[in-house]
């Protein structure tokens, strides 16, 4: 087996263990399969986990793809057999902070090598329609992720892949925030019928229904979502939005249905999805109080904050918020439009925690 890859803000956890893995891979076993997490938050939890190729066959043909986020892929036409290693044996960790602003540079170099492709008559890689899409989901840009996210979706085909439905999910996302809740609703029931196994459509639909303040589908999605499983895939998903999330919504409509018990209930399952978590654990004790003393209202806005460290669709929002103000500072002479479509979502914000 040849070296492991790794950068130079990477943690290779259980690194002891790569020389032990590729003394005794099978003949015919041409790479490990490794978890990478990213995008850590203020207490070190990674808000991202992909399934990635980390220790490769030499000899096996592997290539570098890819302007940005590279990738190895075998030869064309080529499959290779390949091991998935428990994360706690052996994992990755991206150490690069939130915020981080190599992403503007991202979306720079993809329109160029898309310009590139088109100029020349040759096909635009779905891979850049995909990065197009997801960077400017990230920063916010939900109007303009919109067009490539659709192009991605069609260009992964009809069958429903992870990689369809983190496209049909990516989509939905941006029409919702941007307004188009019912057409979100109407791709995410679309996506659930094909793969009831996805838990990030659960979460899409959980997070269309309470935009639209229809609590009973709320709830319901939120404790469908709660009782799915984590996917393993070489698509990127985020565990703490897939597994402590779904419980504070469902405290969050339990209460909004005036069903405090069962808000409570939630609220102690979402600290359980994440026992490290003080400051989680901080806000169930200061919702408790404030419950315990009728004050439902505040106990509400208390669930709120706590959901609130694990939407990343607000995350994107307020990013997209702070690089148009720094974009403003930057251009002193002329005032920059702004191309974020947010006023729907802006508005809920307003409504659900004031």
Not at 37 to 53: Q, Y
Request: charged residues 25%; aromatic residues 6%.
């Amino acid at each position: 087996m040849s070296a492991s890859r790794a950068d130079a803000d990477d943690e290779i956890v259980g690194g002891h263990e790569l020389r032990k893995l590729a003394t005794s891979a099978p003949g015919d076993l041409a790479m490990y399969v490794c978890a990478y997490e990213a995008a850590l938050d203020g207490e070190g939890n990674a808000r991202s986990r992909v399934w990635r190729e980390r220790l490769v066959r030499a000899g096996g043909g592997f290539r570098w793809r890819g302007v940005v986020h590279e990738y190895l892929a075998p030869p064309a036409g080529t499959t290779r057999r390949a091991r998935l290693v428990d994360p706690a044996v052996l994992r990755w960790i991206h150490r690069e902070p939130l915020g981080r602003p190599s992403q503007r540079r991202n979306i720079e170099l993809l329109l160029r090598e898309k310009e590139r492709l088109e100029a020349a008559g040759a096909p635009v890689d779905r891979n850049i329609l995909r990065y197009l899409g997801l960077e400017n989901l990230w920063y916010g840009s939900f109007a303009e992720a919109v067009p490539y996210l659709s192009a991605w979706r069609e260009a992964a085909g009809a069958q429903w892949s992870d990689e369809r439905l983190a496209a049909t999910n990516a989509l939905a996302t941006c029409l919702r925030m941007t307004g188009g809740v019912e057409a979100a609703i109407a791709l995410g029931l679309e996506a659930f019928e094909a793969r009831p196994d996805w838990a990030e459509t659960a979460v899409g639909l959980m997070e269309s229904y309470r935009t639209l303040a229809r609590w009973e589908d709320t709830l319901a999605w939120a404790e469908r979502a709660a009782g799915l499983e984590v996917p393993v895939s070489d698509i990127p998903v985020e565990p703490p939005k897939l597994t402590i999330l779904p419980h504070l919504r469902a405290a969050e409509a339990s209460l909004e249905l005036g069903r405090s018990r069962r808000a409570s209930r939630a609220f102690v399952a979402a600290v359980e999805a994440t026992p490290a978590s003080e400051a989680l654990a901080s806000l169930r004790a200061e919702y408790e109080q404030l419950l315990a003393a009728g004050d439902t209202r505040r106990a509400l806005i208390c669930v709120n904050r706590a959901a609130g460290h694990y939407d990343s669709e607000l995350t994107a929002f307020v990013r997209g918020l702070r690089s148009e103000a720094q974009a403003r500072v930057g251009s002193s002479d002329q005032e920059r439009p702004t191309t974020h479509a947010k006023r729907p979502y802006s508005s809920r914000v307003s409504s659900s925690r004031s």
